[in-house]
Nanobody
Framework: QVRLVESGGGLVQAGGSLRLSCAAS????????LGWFRQAPGEEREFVSG????????EYEESVKGRFTISKDNAKKTVYLQMNSLKPEDAAVYYC?????????????????WGQGTQVTVAS
């Protein structure tokens, strides 16, 4: 059983930065494609970014391109999301997710494991 634990959320002023971390345990981390999703109040959970099993393929949702960077450290079993130039519309609960495949996916239904989420609040 894979367990994912996010951290790094908080309150930041618009234009500021945060780095989210997601630490995995209980599985072979390098076998998973990983994704970051977010969910704002009253909204559906949406894809933010994903990284393939070997780290060679990365995807971003259009609105975060150029501002967010996903990365992972297999030795630490951790995936990161560096968020720069944050906007009020980025405020949400951010979740990491894992699926035991090569590539990431936009569809939340294709992820097998989820973290509990970390809150990101952006003050205007």
């Amino acid at each position: 059983q894979v367990r994912l634990v996010e951290s790094g959320g908080g309150l930041v002023q618009a234009g500021g930065s945060l780095r989210l971390s997601c630490a995995a345990s209980g599985g072979t981390f390098s076998r998973f494609a990983l994704g970051w999703f977010r969910q704002a109040p009253g909204e559906e959970r949406e894809f933010v970014s994903g990284i393939s099993r070997n780290g060679g393929h990365i995807e971003y949702e259009e609105s975060v391109k150029g501002r967010f960077t996903i990365s992972k450290d297999n030795a630490k079993k951790t995936v990161y999301l560096q968020m720069n130039s944050l906007k009020p519309e980025d405020a949400a609960v951010y979740y990491c997710a894992a699926r035991p495949t090569i590539l990431t996916d936009y569809d939340i239904r294709r992820y097998e494991y989820w973290g509990q989420g970390t809150q990101v609040t952006v003050a205007s």
